[in-house]
Nanobody, 114 residues
Framework: VQLQASGGGLVQAGGSARLSCVAS????????LGWFRQRPGKPRELVTT???????SYADSVRGRFIISRDNANNNVDLQMDTLSLEDTAVYYC?????????WGQGTLVTVSS
């Protein structure tokens, strides 16, 4: 399985961006899909996941502003990001995990400007 993330770029504070991640192989519905990010000078952190049964969790820092959605038929997971702040500037990575299998996308940079 290979994951390809897209949708990053430069966004003004308060604006929105949408990231998309497409899997080259089949991502069955038992995978947990998620988005992580790495802000400058900080370790990679969990942003949000959607587990089987559409069980969704968000980091406190993004809850209410970000929405994750998955489409198993098209092997993709999207991240809608609203009300972006400077602190959301990061490289965003998509992830697909099932038991001991874990696949990562290449990362897409989101830069929020004032």
């Amino acid at each position: 399985v290979q994951l390809q993330a897209s949708g990053g770029g430069l966004v003004q504070a308060g604006g929105s961006a949408r990231l998309s991640c497409v899997a080259s192989g089949s991502i069955h519905d038992l995978y947990t899909l998620g988005w992580f990010r790495q802000r400058p000078g900080k370790p990679r952190e969990l942003v949000t996941t959607v587990a089987p049964g559409n069980i969704i969790s968000y980091a406190d820092s993004v809850r209410g502003r970000f929405i994750i959605s998955r489409d198993n038929a098209n092997n993709n997971v999207d991240l809608q990001m609203d009300t972006l702040s400077l602190e959301d500037t990061a490289v965003y990575y998509c992830n697909a995990q099932y038991t001991f299998y874990s696949f990562w996308g290449q990362g897409t940079l989101v830069t929020v400007s004032s």
